[in-house]
């Protein structure tokens, strides 16, 4: 079945850049998200990447795809105090099911 | 000029009582969900509703009915609730069903006592 995984933790300082990796399992993915929760509020949408890209740019999010070994990455430049959230990575197939991993807590260290 | 909204923002209630929760969008879009967000932040679809066409996650209890009065809405029932109901619901939408970008609701943080 379709599993999505991520590490459940990461601490960073403030002005450090933060990588938040997440595998995932169906090779029939199609797209692929990054979405942001602060805390007690809903679900944003960061950014997402297509399968047939590599990556992808928006201001100081950067996303890796590595298709061959089912590898996606977040990569936020310059991590500010307001970057302290969850991210969850999120998978769409072609069987239309949208699959989300377990979230990252990102830390940002004054 | 909120895109998915959804009332109430909290709910507390006791066991065996029946609740709703209501979900708008304003996108124009075709597709709504539910989803629930368990104490560990573990997010599961529960249902998708496109031109009155829902599926279901086959593990959501029966007690949980979506209804959908128009395209716009689409508001969960929930019948004889359970400690375990206790969660943050989401409703979300996509401009149609299929791989399309899904935008959140703020999330219901339901609690039954």
């Known amino acids: 079945g379709e599993d999505v995984e991520q590490s459940l933790f990461l601490s960073v300082r403030e002005g450090d850049s933060s990588v938040i990796n997440c595998t995932y399992t169906d090779s029939s993915s199609t797209y692929l998200y990054w979405y942001k929760q602060e805390p007690g509020a809903g679900l944003q949408l960061l950014t997402y990447?297509?399968?047939?890209?590599d990556m992808k740019q928006d201001q100081r999010l950067t996303v890796l795809l590595n298709k061959k070994d089912k590898h996606l990455s977040l990569r936020i430049a310059d991590t500010q105090t307001g970057d302290s959230a969850i991210y969850f990575c999120a998978e769409m197939n072609y069987g239309q099911n949208f699959v989300f991993g377990p979230g990252t807590r990102l830390s940002v260290l004054p | 000029d909120t895109a998915v909204s959804q009332t109430p923002k909290y709910l507390v209630t006791q066991m065996g009582n029946d609740k709703s929760i209501k979900c708008e969008q304003n996108?124009?879009?075709?597709?709504m969900y539910w989803y629930k967000q368990d104490s560990k932040k573990f997010l599961k679809i529960m249902f998708s509703y496109n031109n009155k066409e829902l599926i279901i996650n086959e593990t959501v209890p029966n007690r949980f009915s979506p209804k959908s009065p128009d395209k716009a809405h689409l508001n969960l029932h929930i019948n004889s609730l359970e400690l375990g109901d206790s969660a943050v619901y989401f409703c979300?939408?996509?401009?149609?069903?299929?791989?399309?970008?899904?935008?959140f609701g703020p999330g219901t943080r339901l609690l039954v006592l």
């Open positions: 996108l124009g879009h075709d597709t």
């Open positions: 990447i297509f399968s047939n890209m």
């Open positions: 979300a939408s996509s401009q149609r069903q299929g791989v399309e970008t899904q935008y």
